[in-house]
């Protein structure tokens, strides 16, 4: 069975950090890109790309809101990917979700596999 579980979200003011967590199992690893994506109140079903690391190099991709504030990293040894989030902003208030894709990309439609979700919420 495939699973990918999201932990580490909450609350947090305005310029704290959090650190996501995406642990996987059921598929190779190895062989997907890891997606972030976030759907915020408000915004129906929408789900925006945060952030991605493609499975053969590591290569990283963010969406411009983010890009210098959050870094995704993975640890092929433990099946899971983390999200680094610093100086959070209120925008940044969402339900986080990861997801599994053949193809690095911050477009939603070529991920298999999805998690449950986390919510972050900044706010003072």
């Known amino acids: 069975e495939v699973q990918l579980v999201e932990s580490g979200g909450g609350w947090v003011q305005p310029g704290g950090s959090l650190r996501l967590s995406c642990a996987t199992s059921?598929?190779?690893?190895?062989?997907?890109?890891i997606g972030w994506f976030r759907r915020a109140p408000g915004k129906g079903t929408e789900r925006e790309g945060v952030s991605c690391i493609s499975s053969v190099n590591g290569g990283t991709y963010y969406e411009d809101s983010v890009k210098g504030r959050f870094t995704i990293s993975r640890d092929n040894a433990k099946n899971t990917v983390y999200l680094q989030m610093n100086s959070l902003k209120p925008e940044d208030t969402a339900v986080y979700y990861c997801a599994a894709s053949l193809y690095p990309t911050l477009g939603d439609k070529p991920y298999d596999y999805w998690g449950q979700g986390t919510q972050v919420t900044v706010s003072s």
């Open positions: 059921g598929f190779t690893f190895d062989d997907y890109a």
